[in-house]
């Protein structure tokens, strides 16, 4: 089993930055990937940024240059530092992790609001 707690999220205007951390608890070593998704009203979840083991990362398009997802290895943390954010951002962001068996975990969630 693993545990997923986000933290971070909250109230920014459009431009400004905001940095979610993931502090992951339990069967850490098990852990292959971790990343970001998140979920806007009314729209499907959709993923934001991943970074394996290895320390390959992929981004979506639309936050590419703009978001940095890294990851502490020694704190089993992952972070998603978030710069230039726009209203499209606005979402419940989660954090996700799957393991070598391929079980994949979810976070509780945290509200990104930008706005003005």
């Known amino acids: 089993q693993v545990q997923l707690v986000e933290s971070g999220g909250g109230l920014v205007q459009p431009g400004g930055s905001l940095r979610l951390s993931c502090a992951a608890s339990?069967?850490?070593?098990?852990?292959?990937?971790m990343g970001w998704y998140r979920q806007a009203p009314g729209k499907q979840r959709e993923l934001v940024a991943v970074?394996?083991?290895?320390?390959?990362?992929n981004y979506a398009d639309s936050v590419k240059g703009r978001f940095t997802i890294s990851r502490e290895n020694g704190e089993n943390t992952v972070y998603l530092q978030m710069n230039s954010l726009k209203p499209e951002d606005t979402a419940v962001y989660y954090c996700?992790?799957?393991?070598?068996?391929?079980?994949?975990?979810w976070g509780q969630g945290t509200q990104v609001t930008v706005s003005s």
């Open positions: 996700k992790s799957v393991t070598q068996r391929r079980q994949v975990y």
């Open positions: 339990g069967s850490t070593f098990s852990i292959i990937t």
């Open positions: 970074i394996a083991s290895s320390g390959t990362t």
